[in-house]
């Protein structure tokens, strides 16, 4: 018997063999996988056992393909990393610091933080990937901050991203970090 849920006027199911043709035409249209991924057809798979647990597998994100996004960040290449990011990502940080907000867009995001944090730490804030946790489409991503301000204050902030991925791209995060030493940032090196 397969798992279903069912309304008046709703019926759904896992998907098995039988709906294959159906779904690997959809993911092979751009037009449907416009919505999905940017348009890209996804290929057909050419093994026999084909399953909603391969389907599944695909979508997941891996430890690999996230220390590979973050690569940028810990490498300076800031837009290396936000290639990865949706345009229209829902991205929050946490605190009460001149940081702190919700931003809508990767270009908002990108000018309350970093444009802000590049005025006062003439390296950049020096991410480095420090731990790591991934579970289907999410990650749980803690970095650390080794950036020195213009004054000389060391910059040694923790933080703990809560990162979802639609696909390989990132479309929500919830940004953690220690509010004090943000704003002891701003006031020793106003902008």
């Not at 006027?9 to 993911?27: D, I, K, P």
């Not at 037009?31 to 999905?36: A, H, I, N, P, T």
């Not at 803690?142 to 990132?170: M, P, Q």
Request: net charge negative.
């Amino acid at each position: 018997m397969r798992a279903s849920f069912e309304t008046a006027r709703l019926s759904l199911s896992l998907a098995g063999e039988a709906e294959r043709e159906n779904l690997v035409a959809l993911e092979r249209d751009p037009e449907v996988m416009r919505f999905l991924n940017g348009g890209r057809a996804t290929p057909e798979p050419t093994s026999s056992n084909w399953s909603l647990a391969h389907i599944q597998e695909e979508l997941m994100v891996t430890e690999d393909y996230v220390r590979e996004v973050f690569k940028g960040l810990e490498h300076g290449d800031g837009a290396g990393f936000f290639e990865h990011v949706d345009d229209r990502v829902d991205w929050i940080v946490e605190g009460t610091h001149p940081l702190a907000g919700h931003y809508k867009s990767k270009s908002d995001f990108v000018a309350g933080t970093f444009a802000k944090l590049g005025k006062v730490l003439p390296n950049g804030a020096q991410l480095v990937v420090e731990h790591l946790l991934v579970k289907d489409d999410q990650a749980v991503v803690e970095l650390h901050s080794l950036g020195t301000a213009k004054n000389g204050f060391r910059f040694d902030n923790r933080y703990c991203w809560v990162v979802h991925f639609d696909g390989d791209t990132i479309d929500r995060v919830r940004a953690y970090l220690d509010s004090t030493m943000v704003a002891r940032l701003f006031e020793e090196n106003p902008i």
